[in-house]
């Protein structure tokens, strides 16, 4: 089986040799063939030896993540990021479909995103990249997209176009506005992390809804609203104080 090429990007030396240690020790499917503590260099090694993916950090002086990825011509590679802090850059991540790692990275952590890694390797970078650009914006808009993993890949899907999502064990269900449905492997957690910022809410431990959907609210069995999709969802009565507050005001 034909290794993974990767390179390390950081600008701490000893964050650098403990991942490169750590992927040398517990992932054998990849190859770190280079790695540079500084941007400029490092756009210049992927240009030159065009990786299968990047560990990239996100903070760095002068030059951050991001921006280095705004200076390379082509992504057609997969990046991983790493970030010392857990702070609004790891939700546009999450929205992107991109995968992370907290440092101090930890053994497991790198193990499972090495293993999502295996199965993703697809040729939609730059779409992805578009979505966490837009979703890294000041203003949070509901014609932003989120990027979803499915069986076949990944669909970009706009985040208008879902009214609700129920939970289902470790799957979860999108109800969209054309009447079509998604069942993915993510949980609701995931869904109501990246989408309270775009006016979403979490109604009942099964069911996110989109604000922007509720066609009208009923006392009756305790509190239950009534999307535009025709689907009744059980308020909880924990959260009946606080979401009457939100659709009032």
Do not use: W
């Amino acid at each position: 089986m034909e290794k993974i090429k990767a390179i390390l990007i950081d600008d701490e030396l000893s964050s650098l040799q403990n991942l490169q240690q750590k992927i040398a020790e517990f992932c054998p499917t990849i190859q770190v063939i280079a790695s540079a503590q500084k941007p400029e260099d490092a756009i210049l090694l992927i240009n030159h030896h065009k990786p299968d993916v990047i560990f990239l950090d996100i903070e760095m002086p002068k030059m951050n993540g991001f921006r280095m990825l705004e200076e390379l011509k082509e992504v057609d590679f997969e990046i991983i990021f790493t970030t010392a802090y857990n702070h609004y850059a790891v939700e546009a991540i999450r929205i992107a479909a991109f995968d992370y790692l907290l440092k101090p990275i930890a053994i497991k952590d790198l193990q499972q995103a090495v293993s999502r890694l295996n199965k993703l390797l697809n040729p939609q970078t730059r779409d992805r990249m578009d979505v966490l650009k837009s979703s890294l914006g000041d203003k949070k808009s509901q014609e932003d997209k989120i990027a979803i993993a499915t069986t076949e890949g990944l669909e970009f899907i706009p985040i208008k176009n879902i009214i609700h999502i129920e939970s289902s064990s470790n799957y979860s269900k999108i109800f969209f506005k054309d009447n079509r449905t998604l069942t993915v492997t993510k949980l609701l957690k995931d869904f109501e992390d990246m989408l309270v910022p775009y006016h979403f809410y979490r109604v009942h431990n099964s069911h996110l809804i989109n604000l922007n959907y509720i066609q009208k609210y009923l006392r009756s069995n305790g509190g239950r609203v009534m999307m535009q999709d025709g689907t009744e969802i059980e308020v909880a009565r924990r959260k009946k104080e606080e979401f009457l507050k939100m659709i009032a005001g």
